[in-house]
């Protein structure tokens, strides 16, 4: 069983959730509120449920996961299952096996004036810190997007 720790972000955004919703997983946004995590950050694949999506930086290392769950301008429920290294993925080492399956959720409600963003993510204990200084930056990132730019 992973050895995981619940974090949570919270924040309101001054838009409605389905501008929230496109932000989040319109590439384009993707690539420039997934900046606080690291530059250049892309996915490939679909949001949609049931869907597999690879989270990469731009040496194509990164994540591998699914879609466990997405209620279009509501939720997204993304289960990671492994690493992307040199191309490969890896979804069965012991490294992968201490932390997968690992969520990360996002829950979007409707409030007086916007959209609640709740962020909740499963982290092993060695990513905490990182994590914790990035997502601040990362919400205010799309927060910024969401209350600029419209939805196209």
Excluded at 38 to 59: D, H, K, M, N, V
Excluded at 104 to 132: C, F, K, S
């Amino acid at each position: 069983m992973p050895d995981l720790n619940r974090i949570r972000f919270e924040t309101t955004i001054q838009a409605p959730a389905d501008v929230v919703w496109h932000h989040i997983t319109s590439l384009d946004s993707y690539k420039q509120w997934t900046s606080a995590f690291a530059e250049g950050s892309y996915f490939q694949g679909s949001w949609e449920e049931g869907a597999r999506i690879r989270f990469l930086a731009p040496s194509g290392d990164g994540m591998v996961s699914e879609i466990a769950e997405s209620r279009r301008n509501e939720f997204i429920s993304i289960r990671h299952l492994g690493f992307i290294a040199n191309g490969t993925e890896d979804m069965t080492s012991e490294a992968v096996r201490a932390w997968a399956p690992a969520y990360e959720n996002y829950t979007l409600q409707p409030v007086q004036g916007g959209t609640r963003l709740v962020i909740d993510q499963d982290v092993p204990a060695e990513w905490a810190e990182h994590l914790g200084q990035a997502w601040p930056k990362a919400l205010r990132l799309l927060a910024g997007l969401c209350e600029t730019r419209a939805a196209s």
